[in-house]
């Protein structure tokens, strides 16, 4: 049975760093892309970062600049480095794994907090 679990989360003051750690478990075959999506309140759910299999890295708009995505294969972990926090970053972080068929593994999702 595959499961992720993310770690890492919690409160922060803005400007400050957090880092977010996806172990996942279970075989997982044919991963497409690994990602950070996160639910901030009152917006709808929302792609933070992917990487590829072959290491490409993608990062949105809100965050370039910001966090970086990386992952080891071979671990199967996935990180994401958030620095110089905002208050807007406030929101349950999810790791997802996305594979072939385009089906979409979650994880149960990490709070960060960010405070003003």
């Known amino acids: 049975q595959v499961q992720l679990v993310e770690s890492g989360g919690g409160l922060v003051q803005a400007g400050g760093s957090l880092r977010l750690s996806c172990a996942a478990s279970g075989h997982i075959f044919g991963i497409n892309t690994r990602a950070w999506y996160r639910q901030t309140p009152g917006k709808q759910r929302e792609v933070v970062a992917f990487i590829t299999e072959s290491g490409i890295a993608t990062l949105t708009n809100p965050v370039k600049g910001r966090f970086t995505i990386s992952g080891d294969s071979t671990k199967n972990t996935l990180t994401l480095q958030m620095s110089n926090l905002k208050p807007e970053d406030t929101g349950v972080y999810f790791c997802?794994?996305?594979?072939?068929?385009?089906?979409?593994?979650w994880g149960q999702g990490t709070q960060v907090t960010v405070s003003t």
């Open positions: 997802v794994y996305e594979v072939g068929n385009g089906f979409m593994y």
